[in-house]
Nanobody, 124 residues
């Protein structure tokens, strides 16, 4: 199995950028679909985007398309979420998750492994 640890969350201004990182251990990210989710206070955990750890284009929620990008660093065994033009509605705890490779996974229940989350707050 794989263990995931997110980092990089902080307070950022509206319109700013932030890069989150997810460090994997135990197994290579290339064996999984790697997803990012977020959860705002009092709300359900929502899909943000995913990529296959083996490479290829990402798939993103409409709310972040064109602003967020997921990338894989196979050498470091990490997954990054680059977030640009941040908005207050992007505020939440961001989670990295690993699911079955080559599956169109965009639901919480489809992912097997989760990190502990990192807080992102977007404010003026």
């Amino acid at each position: 199995q794989v263990q995931l640890v997110e980092s990089g969350g902080r307070l950022v201004q509206i319109g700013g950028s932030l890069r989150l990182s997810c460090a994997a251990s135990g197994r290579k990210v290339g064996n999984y679909a790697m997803g990012w989710f977020r959860q705002a206070p009092g709300k359900e955990r929502d899909f943000v985007g995913r990529v296959f750890g083996s490479g290829g284009a990402g798939y993103y929620a409409d709310s972040v398309k064109g602003r967020f990008t997921i990338s894989i660093d196979s050498a470091q065994n990490t997954v990054a979420l680059q977030m640009n033009d941040l908005k207050p509605e992007d505020t939440g705890v961001y989670y990295c998750a690993a699911g079955p490779l080559y599956s169109a996974v965009d639901q919480v229940y489809q992912y097997d492994y989760w990190g502990q989350g990192t807080q992102v707050t977007v404010s003026s």
